[in-house]
């Protein structure tokens, strides 16, 4: 499968501790989003990636938020403290720059339970 | 107030129906995605446009920057076709991470 790979798929973690989600993109992609979704809501843009540059982080990308693409390939978000309203599902994505041919590819995310 | 809106938040039709979702957004955009997920979370991209008309199978995406208004529709449309339908926005300006709607859920009852 060559598709955009994300791991874990689920992750429950007590309040307080921190996780570390991975983002594997298309080979050949170098951009990378990362975004989050709460219930019954659209995903959220919160930071992008041209190759290892981090180019963009949204507000919503607190302090406990860091993301890296250390060799521009993989990518991971790390969430440290934990809180409840971190309770999301984490989506990456990845796709290849240029309007004609800036499709999406979505992984089919990272679902986080604070408990 | 939400820059993305969409219409109908969600949609119930018979099998066979033609389908339209609108999409409003309020800011100036460089493109325009149609995004189709599915219970669990998979995403799939369905068009990325920038102006005029794109067709592929049975869908159908149109925008008008003028208006600022996309429109998605599904011809025919058939059980498999459940999903929500999202639509997002890049913004103008060189910002790349995209601004969503939330979604318009849609089932087609056989």
């Known amino acids: 499968d060559t598709g955009v790979s994300q791991d874990p798929r689920h992750k429950i973690t007590k309040r307080g501790q921190n996780v570390t989600f991975r983002c594997d993109p298309i080979s050949e992609h170098n951009r990378l989003y990362w975004y989050r979704q709460t219930l019954g809501q659209g995903p959220e843009f919160l930071t992008y990636f041209q190759n290892e540059a981090q180019l963009e982080k949204s507000r919503l990308l607190s302090d406990r938020f860091s993301a890296e693409r250390p060799k521009g390939s993989f990518s991971t978000l790390e969430i440290q403290r934990t809180e409840q309203g971190d309770s999301a599902m984490y989506l990456c994505a990845s796709s290849f720059p240029g309007l004609a041919t800036g499709e999406l590819f979505f992984g089919e995310g990272s679902r986080l339970t604070v408990l | 107030k939400n820059e993305v809106e969409q219409s109908p938040q969600n949609l119930t039709a018979q099998e066979g129906e033609f389908i339209t979702i609108n999409c409003s957004y309020s800011?100036?955009?460089?493109?325009l995605h149609w995004l189709q997920q599915h219970p669990g979370g998979g995403i799939v991209s369905l068009f990325m446009l920038s102006s005029g008309k794109k067709k592929h199978g049975r869908l159908i995406a149109t925008i008008n920057i003028q208006e600022k208004h996309s429109s998605l529709h599904i011809t025919a449309s058939h059980p498999r076709d459940s999903a929500v339908y999202i639509c997002?926005?890049?913004?103008?300006?060189?910002?790349?991470?995209?601004?969503f709607g939330k979604g318009t859920h849609l089932i087609i009852q056989p």
């Open positions: 997002a926005v890049r913004l103008g300006g060189g910002a790349d991470g995209l601004t």
């Open positions: 800011v100036g955009i460089s493109a």
